[in-house]
Each structure stands twice: as structure tokens, then as C-alpha cells.
Nanobody
Framework: VQLQASGGGLVQAGGSLRLSCAAS????????MGWFRQAPGKEREFVGS????????NYADSVKGRFTVSRDNTKNTVYLQMDSLKPQDTAVYYC????????????????WGRGTLVTVSS
């Protein structure tokens, strides 16, 4: 599965962005699409995920209530709606797929897209 993340950019604190991740083909053999991010000098961290079949979501505590993951199965596309952005949300955001359900562990994900940079100014 090839993944392409898009939608990053520069936004002021308190603003919103929506990231998209399009899969190149049907993801019937994957269970979950996850979003991760990596800030300069920091390790990659889990942001949120959604299962393809049931749409069950999972979020990191740092983004709960501000970020929303959704999917459009007809387009093989997952979205990350980011609201009330903070400067600490600045990072390169990645999407990835896994055959596991709802895992937050990056090594469980086996297909990764190129990241998209999100910069939040104060």
C-alpha cells in the first residue's frame, strides 16, 4: 500500500488544518490507519488512529478533544482534522497502516507515507 499524506502548512495558534492520507489501493488487508508525528529532536509519537471497518478511533491524550480522525472508505482516504492548534503541535505528520486493530505502537505499522509538515506559530 502506498500512502500519500497532504494538507500540512503554516497556521497560527488556535487555528485549524485538515490532513489527508490517500491509499493507493483497497486496504482490505489492513485494519487500522494511524497518524503519527515527529517534532525536531524528538521521537515519533502516536497521534490518533481509526479502524477501516468499524471506524473506531483512538487518540493520544495530548490531542484528545482537539483532533479528529475520520475516513472515507470509498476513497481509501483518512483525514486528521486538527483544531485549536498549539505551537507544540508543530511536527512532521505521517500516516501509516497496520493489520492490528487500534495499536498505538509505531513498530506495529508496516506501510508509511511521506510526512507533511505542520507548523504552528505563536
Amino acid at each position: 500500500v502506498q500512502l500519500q499524506a497532504s494538507g500540512g502548512g503554516l497556521v497560527q495558534a488556535g487555528g485549524s488544518l485538515r490532513l489527508s492520507c490517500a491509499a493507493s489501493r483497497r486496504t482490505f488487508n489492513t485494519a487500522t490507519m494511524g497518524w503519527f508525528r515527529q517534532a525536531p529532536g524528538k521521537e515519533r509519537e502516536f497521534v490518533g488512529s481509526i479502524t477501516w471497518v468499524s471506524g473506531s478511533t483512538n487518540y493520544a491524550d495530548s490531542v484528545k478533544g482537539r483532533f479528529t480522525v475520520s475516513r472515507d472508505n470509498t476513497k481509501n482516504t483518512v483525514y486528521l482534522q486538527m483544531d485549536s492548534l498549539k505551537p507544540q503541535d508543530t511536527a512532521v505528520y505521517y500516516c501509516a497502516t497496520t493489520r492490528r486493530f487500534g495499536t498505538t505502537i509505531s513498530r506495529d505499522y508496516d506501510s508509511w507515507g511521506r510526512g507533511t509538515l505542520v507548523t504552528v506559530s505563536s
